[in-house]
C-alpha cells in the first residue's frame, strides 16, 4: 500500500471534501454525506468506498434507525497513519505524535533553558523525533509532515522566527527553524502562530466542535489570540499573533512596549503582572516570572482556604467565591495579600473589558483562556471572565461560554499543528504541489 503521504497526495477534489466534512462535523452516514456535498449515490458509494480500502476513513458504528437496517456511519480513520505535531515556546518543547482523528499516541516534552539555542534546539527536537519514529515503527517518509507552532515575529511562509523576546538564549533572530528541523529529519516542516493552531485543535477535537466561530486567547509572556471561523483561521495584517494585546482598554495607562498606553499586554501577562505586583512595594527590583507565577498559586491557595473556612463556619456562599478583603499576607515584603490581590482584580477587569470588544467584534459563542497566567491563577480567570459577562448581559439571548484551558489543556498547541499538517493536504488547490 502506499504511504500515508502518498495516498494523501492522490487525493481527488471531492474526497479532501469529503474528509474535511468529517474532520469538522463528525461521523455521518452516506445519505448525510450526500445532503451535505450534493453528490448522487453512486458516486457516494464510490468516494467512501475509495477511502475506506485507504484506510482514510472506516465505519465507527451505526446511526439510529426509523425502520430496517441501520446505516453505517462513516469518520476518519484512526489506523491511517501519524500526524506530528511540535509546540516551540518559550519555555518549553512539545513533541506530538497523534492519529489522523488526534487521538494521542506518544507525547514527549522537554525544557528550554539559557543553553537552548537554535541549534541546540532543532538538534534536541530532531533526537526526540528519531527515537520515538522508531519507537512507533515508522520512517521519515511515512509521515506527511511536521506541523510546528511557535511564538513572536514570524514569517511562516519562509518558516522563520523573525524576533522573539523571552527566550533565555539570546539567539532566537531571524532562524529558519522549519528549515533546520526539515534538514535534520528529512520531513517538511509547517510553521504557524501556536494560537492559531490551538484554535483548531480545539475546533476539530475540543471544546469548540460544532461551534461557528472560536477565539482562543494564550496568556503568558505575551498575548497570543487565535480566531477559526467557518473551518478558517482569520488572520492580522502582517500576521501578528499579538495584534489582540495592543487594543488598548486605558488611555491613560501604563506605557506599551508598542508606544501607546494601556493595552491588553500591561494587563494581562506575566511581565505585566510582574509589574503590577511589584509597584509601591519594599521589593528593591521587580519580581521575576517565576516569582509572580509563585505569587498568583499562593493568592490563589488563600482564595481556595478563605472558601473553605466560611463553609466550615457554616456561612453561605453564593456565585461569588472571590474574597475581596480576607487575604492578608501573600509577598515577602510585606505588602498586604489584600492590596495585591485588588491589583490583580483590577489588572483582570480591564482585559474583561478587552473581551468583550472581542467578542462583539467576532459574534463568537466561545472564548477559550489558556497559557501560563490563566492556569496559575485561577482568580485572575474568574475576575475578568466576570467583568467581561456583566457588560454582556445586555445581550442575553446569545450568551457567550468562556472556558478556562479548554479542553486539550496544554496539549493544545502541539495537537493543532498535528491538525494543521492535514489541513494544508486537504485544502490545497487541484495541481498545488
Given at each position: ?16 471534501a469529503l ?10 452516514t452516506?445519505?448525510?454525506l ?6 448522487s449515490?453512486s ?10 480500502q485507504?484506510?482514510?476513513i ?20 484512526k489506523?491511517?497513519g501519524?500526524?506530528v505535531?511540535?509546540?516551540l515556546?518559550r ?6 505524535f497523534?492519529r ?8 514527549i ?11 541546540e534546539?532543532a ?11 522508531a519507537?512507533?515503527?515508522?520512517l521519515?517518509?511515512?509521515?506527511p ?14 518558516g522563520?522566527i523573525?524576533?522573539s ?14 528549515g ?6 528529512d ?10 493552531l490551538a484554535v483548531l485543535?480545539e475546533?476539530?477535537?475540543g471544546?469548540?466542535?460544532?461551534c ?7 496568556l ?9 471561523s467557518r473551518?478558517?483561521i ?8 499579538d495584534a489582540?494585546?495592543?487594543l488598548s482598554?486605558d ?6 512596549s ?13 511581565p ?16 521575576d516570572i517565576?516569582s ?9 491557595r ?10 466550615q ?16 499576607t ?5 505588602t498586604?495579600?489584600?492590596?495585591m490581590a ?16 472581542l467578542?462583539?467584534m467576532?459574534?463568537?459563542?466561545l ?12 482568580r ?5 471572565v466576570?467583568s467581561?459577562q ?12 468562556f ?6 489543556g496544554?496539549?493544545a498547541?502541539?495537537?493543532g499543528?498535528a ?15
Amino acid at each position: 500500500m502506499p504511504t500515508f503521504p502518498e495516498r494523501l497526495q492522490q487525493l481527488d477534489v471531492n474526497e479532501r471534501a469529503l474528509l474535511t466534512l468529517l474532520r469538522y462535523n463528525g461521523p455521518a452516514t452516506r445519505q448525510r454525506l450526500q445532503e451535505k456535498t450534493g453528490l448522487s449515490s453512486s458516486s457516494m458509494h464510490r468516494l467512501t468506498g475509495s477511502l475506506e480500502q485507504n484506510g482514510l476513513i472506516s465505519q465507527m458504528g451505526a446511526d439510529l434507525s426509523g425502520g430496517g437496517r441501520r446505516p453505517a456511519l462513516y469518520g476518519i480513520g484512526k489506523n491511517a497513519g501519524l500526524l506530528v505535531g511540535v509546540e516551540l515556546s518559550r519555555t518549553e518543547v512539545r513533541i506530538l505524535f497523534c492519529r489522523p482523528d488526534l487521538e494521542p499516541v506518544e507525547q514527549i516534552r522537554f525544557p528550554l533553558d539559557a543553553g537552548y539555542g537554535p541549534d541546540e534546539t532543532a538538534d534536541k527536537i530532531s533526537c526526540c523525533m528519531h527515537e520515538a519514529m522508531a519507537r512507533q515503527g515508522v520512517l521519515p517518509a511515512d509521515i506527511p509532515g511536521i506541523g510546528l507552532g511557535t511564538v513572536g515575529s514570524l514569517d511562516c511562509a519562509r518558516g522563520i522566527i523573525r524576533s522573539s523576546t523571552g527566550f533565555l538564549h539570546e539567539g532566537w533572530q531571524d532562524v529558519p527553524i522549519s528549515g533546520m528541523l526539515s534538514e535534520r529529519l528529512d520531513i517538511p516542516v509547517h510553521m504557524d502562530n501556536g494560537a492559531n493552531l490551538a484554535v483548531l485543535a480545539e475546533r476539530l477535537a475540543g471544546s469548540g466542535q460544532g461551534c461557528g466561530t472560536l477565539v482562543c486567547i494564550h496568556l503568558g509572556m505575551g498575548i497570543r489570540t487565535g480566531i477559526l471561523s467557518r473551518g478558517e483561521i482569520l488572520r492580522f495584517i502582517g500576521e501578528q499573533p499579538d495584534a489582540f494585546g495592543h487594543l488598548s482598554v486605558d488611555l491613560n495607562g501604563t506605557l506599551c512596549s508598542c508606544g501607546n498606553h494601556g493595552c491588553m499586554e500591561t494587563f494581562a501577562t506575566l511581565p505585566a503582572m510582574a509589574e503590577i505586583l511589584s509597584k509601591n512595594t519594599n521589593a528593591e527590583k521587580r519580581m521575576d516570572i517565576q516569582s509572580v507565577g509563585d505569587l498568583l498559586e499562593t493568592i490563589d491557595r488563600q482564595d481556595e482556604q478563605h472558601q473553605h473556612d466560611r463553609l466550615q463556619g457554616g456561612t453561605r456562599i453564593g456565585t461569588k467565591t472571590i474574597a475581596q478583603g480576607d487575604i492578608h499576607t501573600a509577598h515577602p515584603d510585606n505588602t498586604t495579600g489584600l492590596e495585591m490581590a485588588a491589583r490583580l482584580d483590577r489588572a483582570a477587569a480591564a482585559f474583561g473589558v478587552g473581551l468583550v470588544n472581542l467578542v462583539r467584534m467576532t459574534n463568537t459563542r466561545l472564548v477559550i483562556l489558556s497559557g501560563p497566567l490563566v492556569r496559575r491563577s485561577g482568580r485572575f480567570y474568574r475576575t475578568a471572565v466576570a467583568s467581561a459577562q456583566r457588560l454582556l448581559q445586555t445581550n442575553p439571548e446569545k450568551p457567550v461560554r468562556f472556558e478556562r484551558d479548554g479542553h486539550m489543556g496544554e496539549w493544545a498547541i502541539a495537537t493543532g499543528a498535528a491538525a494543521y499538517v492535514l489541513d494544508l493536504f486537504l485544502k490545497k488547490k487541484d495541481g498545488a504541489s
